[in-house]
């Protein structure tokens, strides 16, 4: 069964920070990869998008990396603002359906 | 430039009740989907269009209809309302399916059936 799974559920950092959020997928054939951003009472926002081909995407201060091999995704976010504060969520898109699958998401909390 | 554009952003609708979600891009995209979002749970395809005058379902579709008569809006309808359907409800549109470019989402349409 194709899945999607995101750790940690919730993380709470200090503004500044850097910290790093995981995404390991189950997901087959694979076509792409993206982190998503999502405000609350928003719509998710693409962050990055990666194909197989790609081990590291940067938008900003936000750096994703895939490692194909191990069906594993993480986002890492430097010197946090509290404008981070938001869920990040994990898609993965299969190239035999083209459908996306989505990962629940990490919540982080950046706090002064 | 709008983007995606969701109506309502609200509502409140008694159990059997009907309703219709609208979703509205100015991006020229040829798909747009509905999805939902429950707590606890990845977003969830309810039906999508790969072109005007096209519908398919996704992994969620009973209850809901969509209609596509239109390339920049896609409608999504529910006849008979269940609490089952309280839930924040996505539309998005892409230019293509197969997606390395961007999907661009709508705000969101927060949902209570009581």
């Known amino acids: 069964k194709n899945q999607v799974e995101q750790s940690p559920q919730s993380l709470i950092i200090l503004e500044g920070k850097n910290c790093t959020l995981q995404c390991n997928y189950t997901v087959s054939p694979f076509s792409n990869l993206r982190w998503y951003k999502q405000d609350t009472g928003r719509g998710p926002v693409s962050l990055t998008i990666?194909?197989?081909?790609?081990n590291t995407k940067s938008n900003g201060r936000y750096t994703a990396t895939l490692d194909a091999d191990t069906k594993q995704s993480s986002l890492h976010i430097t010197a946090s603002q509290l404008s981070d504060s938001a869920s990040y969520i994990c898609?993965?898109?299969?190239?035999?359906?083209?459908?996306?699958?989505f990962g629940t998401g990490t919540r982080l909390k950046v706090l002064a | 430039n709008a983007g995606v554009t969701q109506t309502p952003k609200f509502r409140v609708l008694k159990t059997g009740q009907s309703m219709t979600l609208l979703c509205a891009q100015d991006m020229n995209h040829e798909y747009m989907y509905w999805y939902r979002q429950d707590p606890g749970m990845g977003l969830r395809l309810i039906h999508y269009?790969?072109?005007?005058?096209?519908?398919a379902k996704g992994e969620v579709p009973d209850g809901y209809n969509v209609s596509r008569l239109k390339k920049q809006n896609f409608l999504l309808g529910l006849e008979s309302a269940a609490p089952s359907q309280t839930s924040v409800y996505f539309c998005a549109s892409s230019y293509s399916i197969r997606m390395t470019g961007k999907a661009f989402f709508g705000q969101g349409t927060r949902l209570t059936v009581v």
């Open positions: 990666m194909t197989f081909s790609e």
């Open positions: 898609v993965v898109m299969s190239s035999g359906t083209y459908k996306y699958i």
């Open positions: 269009s790969v072109g005007e005058g096209t519908t």
